[in-house]
């Protein structure tokens, strides 16, 4: 493999993986969503609090494949087809 940016063939192909945070669309959060979470907060103090500490936000994880060049440090993301898997 030859890398884009300073052509050597020095590249490094390899699993790396992502996490990010589950998101709320605009129109949940517009319609509902800040609603719901004050009423929480004002009626279920206590318990909110509680909720956030046992129940945290699950991450999303994903599996990336990625291709680093060993010389400039260039690295970008690998579609499925290109290593012939």
């Known amino acids: 493999m030859i890398c884009k940016k300073c052509g050597s063939d020095n590249v490094i192909v390899q699993k790396v ?17 800040w609603v719901w ?12 609090i509680l909720m956030k500490l ?7 994880k994903k599996m990336v494949t990625m291709a680093v060049c060993q010389n400039c ?5 690998v579609k499925k087809g290109i290593l012939g898997r």
């Open 17 to 33: 993986e992502v996490t990010g945070r589950r998101k709320r669309g605009l129109v949940y959060w517009l319609l509902f969503g």
């Open 73 to 77: 440090g260039y690295s970008r993301k």
């Open 54 to 60: 046992l129940f945290p936000k699950r991450a999303k």
């Open 37 to 48: 979470d004050i009423l929480l907060f004002i009626f279920l103090t206590i318990p909110f």
